[in-house]
């Protein structure tokens, strides 16, 4: 797993990640010694001390260091040790990625030395996953604790090991939704605006990705609502994830949107009466994406052309009264 972390929580987000275990254990099974690959490790650090470099200019430096797996590697998805080594450094906190062009919707990368290591005076695994579960709830809290497991991969015994220091109450009594004690009064307190405030926003927003599950952003009515997933059409309520971005008012799930780069406007659909202020956030957004960020991708890989069935899914929805 990665998390993206504030400035500071760095060493937090490796320990918690860490990396390279698996491919490790293939490069082992394919012929390769873990002596190698430290080897390998140290010539990679040694190479990144004159600057950043991408995969091709430190596999051009490092020569006959690099095994090459061959078509049995490339089987198990492993071409040579170069990224083994890369993977183990990074989890050691000896170097980081850094996007080629600064973008970080796409995945080419430079490797530079990460100094001083946010490792060396690094929190514990335990501690490490206990402030992961304190942030979590303040995050995204009211959460269950299937919530946390779910954003964090801990297992059962894990998750609640991070837990017990938590001063976590029930939000009301028989609920499964927990919530920080600190938090208690502000959200007694708190009352939701009587006016609609609708926001486009992506599939992966924080309100989305860290509670993975839809029912509890959804009118009880809405979660039959049909909507494109990599499966064909599916109720909303059934799914984990969105394949479409979301359109939300006041924390409640109201619609889907995708950009259409071709026509560079929004294909959108809503599960409410679209009134002019839906109409105009719809409007706004369009306008943004369009004029300053010239697409809206769902993930790195996402695309105009794999975007076409989730566009035509929108556009056949019922239409918006």
């Known amino acids: 797993c990665t998390y993206v972390l504030p400035a500071g929580d760095f060493a937090l987000g490796l320990t918690v990640g860490g ?28 190479a990144l001390a004159s600057g950043p470099l991408e995969p091709d200019g430190l596999r051009a430096l490092l020569g ?33 990625r850094i996007p080629t062009n600064g973008r970080l919707d796409q995945q080419r990368y430079r490797y530079a030395l990460w ?20 942030r979590f709830f303040r995050w995204i809290g009211p959460a269950t604790l299937a919530a946390f497991r779910e954003f964090s ?11 017990a220091e938590l001063d976590l109450q029930p939000l009301e009594s028989g609920d499964d939704r927990l919530l920080l004690a600190d938090e208690r009064a502000d959200w007694d307190a708190f009352t939701a605006s009587d006016e609609p405030r609708y926001a486009l926003v992506s599939s992966l927003d924080s309100l989305l990705a860290l509670r ?21 059409m599916r109720a909303v309520g059934d799914l984990r994830d969105l394949a479409n971005h979301a359109i939300v008012d006041r924390g409640r799930l109201i619609g889907l949107w995708d950009y259409d780069v071709e026509t560079g406007a929004i294909a959108w659909t809503a599960f409410v009466a679209a009134d002019a202020a839906l109409r105009d956030a719809v409007a706004r957004t369009e306008a943004y994406v369009r004029d300053q960020l010239g697409d809206a991708r769902s993930f790195s890989l996402d695309s105009a ?4 069935p989730r566009i035509a899914a929108l556009r056949a929805a019922q239409p918006r009264r």
Do not use: C, H, W, Y
């Not at 012929?31 to 040694?46: F, H, K, P, S, Y």
């Not at 590697?73 to 000896?94: H, I, S, Y």
């Not at 052309?305 to 076409?308: A, D, E, L, Q, V």
């Open 212 to 232: 993975r599950d839809l029912t509890v952003l959804l009118e009880p009515g809405d979660a039959a609502r049909e909507a494109f997933s990599e499966r064909g």
């Open 153 to 163: 991969g801990l297992g059962v015994k894990a998750a609640n090991d991070a837990v």
């Open 19 to 46: 990396a390279g275990d698996a491919d490790v254990r293939i490069a082992e099974k394919l012929g390769a010694t873990r002596n190698e690959i430290d080897a390998l490790g140290e010539a990679v650090v040694a």
């Open 64 to 96: 006959e260091r690099v095994r090459d797996f061959g078509a049995e590697g490339r089987k198990r998805g492993l071409n040579t040790t170069l990224p083994v080594a890369l993977g183990m450094l990074q989890a050691q906190g000896e170097i980081r």
């Open 305 to 308: 052309k794999s975007r076409t």
């Open 115 to 134: 100094r001083p290591n946010p490792l060396a005076n690094g929190p514990s695994r335990a501690e490490a996953f206990a402030a992961l579960a304190e």
